[in-house]
């Protein structure tokens, strides 16, 4: 059977289009209500306080920057190591890239204590901080995509793709070492310092990222009515598994690193076994149910075939990266900071003990209207531009010849 | 007399740098310095000198809180009992040595870094030193990420969790960014000693001595030369301007 050329079409109006856009819609505003209420009173409605500094909302912005690095992976795979049934998914894999991290930039813009300061983080650069390189890496990312999503969308040789392509995927191996060393390279925390981070959050931003992108996928073209044939779904799962295994192995790997030293040893006690409901989270969500669990789905023949695996897969992938940033960004801090070693320390400041932290209403009303807003965008540029293909049945997908 | 005082920015600077800065100094006010920013703030200090505390535990007596008592007045940081959330320029912080059992008591604040983490990590430069070595938050120009607070091995900083009202002049507060322990810049400058010390001396027990590391003959620079004395987290290498001793 002759094969269809891929043909990219506008998303049509439909009535589930609709009603997304407007629930999107919904917690979007939801998120502006809960960022005017804080920024009226101050962090004090948060759950934040002074011992933990980054809560909820880091775990969000930080969760969708690195999805947004790892949505790029269909667009690189596509146009960097030429695998061709990548290729007319390609443009919606730069446009999810960027809005993810649209989305996860709001989130962290509006959580600042002065977020009306913006322009000064736009203007002052102090080039010793791994935050200041994230600003231009950002801001970067943005464009180097969005020059990949045009070459992609011209009629430009195919070479100029492969080479804004390449530079695209650097960039974004060199975003995800960014977002990973703002604590890799923080020397006073126990739970960070570790040059392992860098690579630890490459790895997770290819599993996420991969996992947002095909749950997005499904979705727009099950509300724009359009099909996906098994073999692409078999294949982003396959794919997806892969990078949940990597992410399984850097997290092994930098856990027994810091178990062999014994300054660390509290720690990682503290993690891996009497830190409550980040042991929990740590074991059941991040390990469990986001790596071993959707591994399995995929790999274990019983399950196999079916395309709603690799989107169980999925879910299951987004629900233990939440945990796992959540167990990173909370967890390192709520460990106390050895300031004494040898000694038992207490102080009305929490010297010496672990913090609690219980993320208030307002914070996952920001979190989510940050992942309604990356969604919403791709939605919106799927509506406008011409990214998604109208078919990918098997048939009509490019082989690898 | 005030409008002498008020920093003409490049011909001041100049002259400052000329080496002519210490007269100039000791007439600069605080409250001026601090409002208008980090390069005021800068202007001020003097390279010559690196202001430093020594902190010996074995005077400080248990129970006592004067030097936090007496910063939180001089700088208007006082909370409204939230402990969590409420500003902590210095604390007191209670060891005991898991070996042998003994308790010491011992005031912790900004350890002032020779090579501050919170410096580094700082996106636009507000958390900076002066020469003299005080490290400071630029109020002005920090957008409240928190990043320092991450950064800091002391958790010497607070974020400023809501409006605060009846500020003091020499030390300007605002919700949502970040401050700690400014060594009280604003007295150093006018040629004082920090509250926190003056407060410890008031007691009698005498356990901070502040002053001129660079200066050998100095009573902090005798009194490290005298007997052992360390830094918190010495492993971090951070040379802090905050010394202990009797731990």
Known sequence: MAMEKTLYRELPTTGPLWAAAVLLGAFLLGGLAAFAYTHHHGHAVTGMTNQVVWGLPHVFAIFLIVSASGALNAASIASVFGHAPYKPIARLSAVLAMSLLVGGLAVLVLDLGRPDRLIVAMTRYNFSSIFAWNVLLYTGFLAVVAAYLFVQMSRVPYGWVRTVGTAAFLWRLALTTGTGSIFGWLVARPGYDAAIMAPLFIAMSFSFGLAVFILVLAALFRLSGRKIGRMMYRRLGGLLAIFAAAVLYFTAVQHLTALYAAEHAGIERFILRDGGIYTWLFWLVQVGIGGLAPIALIYLPRFGNSAAEPILASVLVIVGGLAQVYVIVVGGQAYPMELFPGYEASSPFFDGTVSAYAPSLTELGLGLGGVALALLAVGVAAKVLRVLPTNLMDANVPGND | ?247
């Not at chain 2, 030390?171 to 700690?180: D, F, I, K, N, Y």
């Not at chain 2, 400058?189 to 002053?211: H, K, L, Q, S």
């Open chain 2, 1 to 247: 007399m005030t409008c002498t005082q008020k920093p003409a920015a490049p011909t001041r600077r100049d002259i400052l740098k000329s080496g002519a800065a210490m007269a100039t100094l000791q007439l600069a006010p605080g409250v001026t310095l601090m409002a208008f920013g980090g390069s005021e703030a800068q202007a001020a200090a003097d390279a010559g000198k690196r202001w430093g505390l020594l902190i010996d535990a074995g005077k400080c007596a248990e129970g006592c809180s004067a030097c936090v008592t007496a910063c939180a007045d001089e700088n208007g940081w006082k909370g409204k009992g939230d402990a969590e959330r409420d500003a902590q320029w210095i604390r007191k912080v209670t060891l005991k040595n898991k070996a042998t059992g003994r308790t010491s008591e011992l005031p912790v604040m900004c350890q002032h870094c020779e090579s501050p983490p919170c410096v580094d990590v700082c996106p636009t430069g507000a958390s900076f030193k002066r020469k003299d070595g005080i490290v400071l938050v630029d109020k002005h120009i920090c957008i409240g990420c928190r990043y320092c607070m991450m950064a800091c091995p002391f958790k010497a900083r607070s974020f400023v969790h809501e409006p605060v009202t009846n500020q003091k002049t020499h030390a300007p507060r605002g919700v949502g960014t970040v401050e700690g322990c400014t060594l009280c810049v604003h007295r150093i400058d006018a040629g004082r000693i920090p509250a926190c010390v003056e407060a410890c001396a008031a007691t009698g027990n005498g356990a901070m001595v502040f002053g001129d590391l660079r200066d050998p003959e100095s009573e902090i620079s005798r009194r490290l030369a005298e007997y052992p004395s360390l830094t918190l987290r010495p492993d971090l290498d951070l040379n802090q301007g905050v010394r202990y001793a009797e731990i």
